[in-house]
């Protein structure tokens, strides 16, 4: 004899709604997602991190570094207008919360002793346009996105932090504040932004940015329209700041940032240190050298040209963002001619024509009288500190 199945005695909106007080909101919502791409984005599966290098582990130039503006932290640029007297020291920091094992850290060395009202200094990463696509800006299916750091202080207050798209009309702008509670312990924050209004150029520029305000003039600081995407002002650049990090023993650290397309924060997506290590090489590459009294290290192959010019040939280990890199070097260098045994010295870089894959450079170096054509060796000899590197930064 056949079993009838009973009819259920429970309404299930009703029971998904019990069902959500043990699972929390975020359950909740995944349970009554109507499609697989809603459950998708509420989950933010698959590869979702639009920032790189948000956990501070690639430091190519490692060390500390002690200048104001610049990138220091590969992926990671500090920008001022003024501030005649600040001065800081940004290093790679193992201080982190659980989960992480580094953070950027600043500690501010001299004190700006009068901050004026266009002066200001901020953290920043730029968001390469073929990168933003996911947003889908402009277009009727634009997502709204969600930003998520861990922050720590010794200065609690209020902060600015701010995103900017860059576009061929008017640039938008939206800023926030959030708050440092307590000193010295590490605080997460969550930022949640609207679909971003008009279109971002699927191009190799930066057509995104990021920015987290750590000191500001009053020009800046003034913007009301927060929480809200607005025409680009100049006083929302750091609409809502208040606490200045510019005296003297000021620390300000960062980590575990994260940009995700969905209206929910995730947990951090941990790329491998590999993958992680090729995102940042596609905007600067370093070739170190690494070798103490006694050693040396091939940097880049070479060919003499004419009695002054000798033209190196760079293969880059990852394609970069654009042609034209700027080639950079330090250290103890050398040209070294394997067959005869001698070496040149290098005095500067005329010119150079990169392409994304690599290309060549004319070095300059002293008169001399080996032959045209003969082969050498770009070398760091005897020192730890000597390399070279090419960037493509945005």
Not at 132 to 143: F, H, I, N, V
Request: aromatic share 10%; charged share 20%; net charge neutral.
């Amino acid at each position: 004899m056949a079993l009838r199945a009973s009819k259920p005695s429970f309404n299930v909106r009703e029971k998904l709604t019990e069902l959500g007080r043990r699972f929390g909101l975020k359950g909740s919502e995944l349970a009554t997602a109507e499609t697989i791409q809603e459950a998708r984005d509420l989950v933010s599966a698959g590869r979702k991190n639009l920032i790189i290098n948000g956990d501070f582990r690639v430091n190519q130039k490692g060390g500390t570094h002690t200048t104001i503006s610049g990138y220091h932290l590969d992926r990671w640029k500090f920008q001022k207008d003024g501030l005649g007297q600040y001065g800081h020291s940004v290093t790679q920091s193992s201080d982190s919360p659980d989960g992480f094992n580094n953070s950027l850290r600043l500690e501010v060395t001299t004190t700006e002793t009068d901050l004026g009202a266009s002066e200001d200094l901020c953290l920043t990463q730029h968001v390469e346009g073929q990168n933003c696509q996911a947003l889908r800006a402009g277009t009727d299916s634009a997502k709204p996105f969600t930003l998520s750091f861990w922050v720590k202080s010794n200065k609690p207050g209020t902060y600015t932090s701010s995103c900017t798209v860059e576009q061929s009309g008017t640039n938008k702008i939206f800023a926030t504040t959030y708050n440092i509670n307590q000193a010295s312990v590490w605080e997460y924050k969550v930022v949640k932004f609207p679909p971003c209004p008009g279109v971002i150029a699927d191009s190799t520029a930066g057509e995104l940015t990021f920015r987290w305000i750590l000191n500001s003039g009053s020009n800046y600081t003034t913007g009301t329209s927060l929480h809200q995407w607005s025409n680009y002002a100049s006083n929302l650049f750091a609409g809502g700041h208040q606490t200045q990090i510019m005296t003297d023993g000021d620390i300000w650290q960062i980590t575990g940032v994260q940009v995700e397309v969905g209206k929910n924060d995730t947990d951090f997506e941990y790329r491998p240190i590999g993958e992680e290590l090729a995102l940042c090489q596609r905007y600067y590459e370093r070739f170190s050298a690494d070798c103490g009294s006694g050693g040396y290290a091939t940097l880049m192959m070479a060919s003499k040209n004419n009695n002054t010019l000798i033209v190196g040939q760079p293969i880059f280990r990852v394609p970069k963002r654009a042609s034209g890199a700027t080639f950079s070097y330090g250290g103890l260098l050398r040209m070294h001619n394997a067959a005869t045994g001698s070496d040149i010295t290098i005095s500067s870089v005329q010119n150079s024509q990169l392409s994304t894959h690599g290309g060549y450079m004319v070095l300059v170096i002293s008169n001399n009288t080996m032959s045209n054509g003969e082969g050498f060796r770009l070398e760091g000899r005897n020192d730890t500190s000597a390399f070279i590197a090419f960037s493509s930064e945005l």
